[in-house]
């Protein structure tokens, strides 16, 4: 049984113990570990070591080493053969009571440490440090003379691993923890960082930067396959020489690589030496020797059972890569992955979109081109039809008509196709005003008479003749309303009933155009207002027509806001089609009409930028209109928030705020426009509350004018025209 510690020895254990109590950095526990302990046995060289989570064995600080000695012996491999690997992976002490004995145990390692220090003998210890059943690292020591490890030395340096591995312990546990939080904020960066990436180079070039700050790697690429999966390509690439990145940029995923074997097997491979690189590659060993790295970590870039890419790292010396770096680079790679899928499907999606829209182009451009074409014979076809019915009389009265009659039906066919091929390239300008849906059923009614009265169709007609308002296009309207008539009439039996009524309800004006003919069908009714979309007909195809009336009628309804639906009962029992469109309060018709009480000529004194701001679209858009045509720039919001990003960039000089506003009322909005503005813009207050206390609260919030709905335009213009440079 050893003789215990002398009690001034066992003092400063103690002593030590307690200095250990109140760290927790392990770099600081190493500095009084190493420093007390190489006084404490007048040891010539001391080191503290810790296993690292990649397997490693990295020094932490060393005592009494020249400068430059422990370059190569900073960072080991747990499986390298060396005294302190040995104690580590035996989690027992190693003694050595002489160089020669050193010599014989490790010959490999003699030659590196021959010299150290300038020492002839050397009497070492290498000591694991153990808690809770686990290695966390070794002390080592080094002494000169061949007598200077005795029995209490050896007590002395037991007990002082003892002493002082609980505090190393919770200090790797600290450590560990910053650890787990420094790889989850790094992993809420890369969500971040994703989330804007877009495309699959973005992607890869985030994975490839995160990797490398992550691990400490030194080089980096990402491997994806071509459409053909035939070859894995560089992506991206960090660190490589650029004569190597030349030479593996594209090769067969058949080749006999490390990235296509982890590319075909989907398994992560990790190489912990050059050595072991070149044994399972030899036909790429020099190249890869080139680069210079020691090390190599492989992952497969995996969405459900598809392998995506292969993930490519290096470090400059030996690693192990261990459990908590695999992890966490495999968290990435599979954040990375889904992003990749994603890319290549938005990828696929924008191609895919872009063909269609160069199909619709061309098909547009053709029907535009046919159109035209068929228009250019119509034209002299009708003029000889003028001249024959001025020169002939009576004559041919009845041959003339047939003809007329089927000229018009194809000149019918003629603007159904420029209409489309118009409407589907953004060509049609609606020319809109307040309109009486009233005038614009009469009108539709007007077009579609001919028919119903040679199908003899009992047509009835509720609509009134004012208080429908619209904002539209009069004429487009009717056209909607002209082809639904027509084609209520076409697929009717002569003799039946038609019908169109008008209501306003819930802020629309809603058409109902109803008939008694054959129906739609079940299947038919989803696609019925699609372009060439037609029910089925009749062999003699005596309802004509191309299938493009409805499609019409849906694009222009949309135009103006609103929209269109389709009901039926089935086969044989009629049809209704309903258009639905934003209403119009008469006081918004009045502002409009007036305007054009005021001179067309008329024109601002000096265009301003104005911002318009009014919860009720057609109130401001219509006013905006206006002011427009004043020669002022004008921009329109509908809420505070999207006011304010406008403000950012139009600067505007005046601003017209409604003060019922969603989100922030017209008070907060016009402080926040005088705070945040670059400059100072004219506030116009515009509200349905005309109180002197209203007029008091706008002036307090910075209101330059007060005016109560509904406005004369006349003041509004006037008003702007007056504003003077001070004033801005």
Request: hydrophobic letters at 45%.
């Amino acid at each position: 049984m050893s003789a215990p510690l002398r009690p001034e020895l066992f003092a400063r254990l103690l002593t030590l113990t307690e200095r250990l109590s109140g760290e927790h950095e392990l770099e600081r526990i190493a500095l009084v570990v190493i420093d007390e302990a190489v006084d404490l046995l007048g040891a010539k060289l001391g080191a503290f070591w810790k296993v690292a989570p990649d397997g490693t064995v990295v020094l932490v600080r060393g005592v009494g080493y020249p400068e430059g000695a422990l370059e190569k012996l900073d960072r080991m491999l747990l499986t390298t053969r060396a005294p302190l690997t040995d104690a580590i992976r035996e989690a027992a002490p190693v003694w050595l009571r002489s160089r020669e004995e050193f010599a014989a145990r490790y010959p490999d390692l003699e030659p590196q440490t021959r010299g150290l220090a300038g020492l002839s003998t050397i009497i070492a210890a290498c000591l694991p440090l153990v808690a809770s059943g686990r290695t966390l690292g070794a002390l080592s020591f080094s002494f000169e003379g061949s007598d200077r490890l005795g029995d209490e030395d050896r007590q002395l340096l037991l007990a002082l691993t003892r002493h002082c591995a609980p505090a190393i312990e919770r200090a790797m546990l600290f450590e560990r923890t910053q650890r787990t939080a420094n790889r989850i904020a790094r992993l809420q960066r890369v969500t971040a960082a994703l989330a804007g990436a877009v495309t699959e180079d973005e992607v890869v070039e985030v994975l490839v930067r995160e990797a490398i700050e992550a691990l400490g790697a030194r080089s980096g690429c990402v491997m994806l396959p071509t459409e053909d999966g035939k070859y894995l390509e560089v992506r991206y690439t960090f660190g490589y020489p650029e004569h190597f990145i030349q030479k593996f940029a594209r090769y067969p995923v058949d080749a006999n690589l490390v990235s296509t074997e982890v590319y075909r097997t989907a398994k992560v491979v990790v190489v912990h030496h050059l050595d072991e690189y070149l044994e399972r590659r030899t036909s790429t060993a020099e190249r890869v020797r080139a680069i210079g790295d020691q090390s190599f970590l492989y992952i497969p870039l995996v969405v459900g059972e598809r392998v995506l890419g292969v993930l490519g790292l290096s470090a400059r010396e030996p690693r192990a890569f261990g459990h908590e770096d695999s992890e966490f680079i495999e968290a990435v790679a599979r954040q990375c992955a889904l992003a990749l899928d994603r890319a290549a499907l938005l990828a696929r999606e924008q191609r895919a979109r872009a063909e269609a829209e160069a199909g619709s182009r061309a098909k547009d451009e053709f029907l535009a081109m046919l159109g035209h074409e068929l228009r250019n014979p119509l034209s002299p076809i009708l003029t000889a039809l003028h001249l024959m019915r001025l020169r002939a009389g009576d004559a041919l009265v009845k041959e003339r008509t047939i003809i007329e009659r089927q000229v018009q039906h194809l000149v019918r066919l003629v603007d159904d196709l420029l209409d489309v091929s118009r409407i589907t390239r953004g060509k049609v300008e609606l020319e809109r005003r307040p309109v009486e849906m009233g005038a614009v059923v009469a009108k539709a009614i007007e077009m579609a008479s001919p028919l119903l009265e040679a199908r003899k169709h009992r047509l009835s007609v509720e609509v009134a003749a004012e208080g429908l308002l619209v904002d539209g296009d009069e004429h487009r309207l009717a056209q909607v309303l002209g082809n639904l008539l027509t084609n209520a009439a076409k697929y009717t039996e002569p003799g039946g009933d038609v019908s169109v009524s008008a209501s306003c309800s819930d802020g629309e004006v809603e058409v109902r155009v109803k008939d008694s003919g054959m129906g739609i069908s079940a299947e038919l009714l989803p696609r019925v207002f699609d372009l060439f979309v037609q029910g089925q007909r009749t062999l003699d195809r005596t309802e004509g027509g191309l299938g493009l009336g409805l499609a019409i009628v849906r694009s222009l309804v949309e135009m103006h806001g609103g929209r269109v639906s389709a009901f039926s009962e089935g086969h044989g029992k009629g049809s209704v089609l309903v258009v639905r469109l934003p209403a119009i309060a008469r006081a918004q018709a009045a502002l409009e009409l007036d305007n054009a009480r005021v001179e067309a000529s008329r024109t601002a004194l000096r265009a301003r930028r104005v911002l318009v701001v009014d919860d009720n679209r057609d109130a401001a858009e219509t006013l905006a209109e206006l002011l427009r045509a004043f020669g002022h720039a004008v921009q329109v919001a509908l809420d505070g928030p999207s006011a304010l990003a406008i403000a950012a960039t139009l600067d505007p000089e005046v601003a017209l705020l409604d003060i019922g506003l969603p989100v922030m009322d017209g008070y907060e909005l016009a402080g926040r426009l005088l705070r945040e503005g670059a400059r100072r813009p004219y506030l116009i207050a515009l509200t349905g509350y005309g109180q002197e206390c209203d007029r008091l609260r706008a002036r307090q919030a910075g209101f330059d004018e007060h005016f109560v709905k509904p406005v004369e335009l006349s003041r509004v213009v006037d008003v702007i025209d007056r504003i003077n440079e001070i004033a801005l």
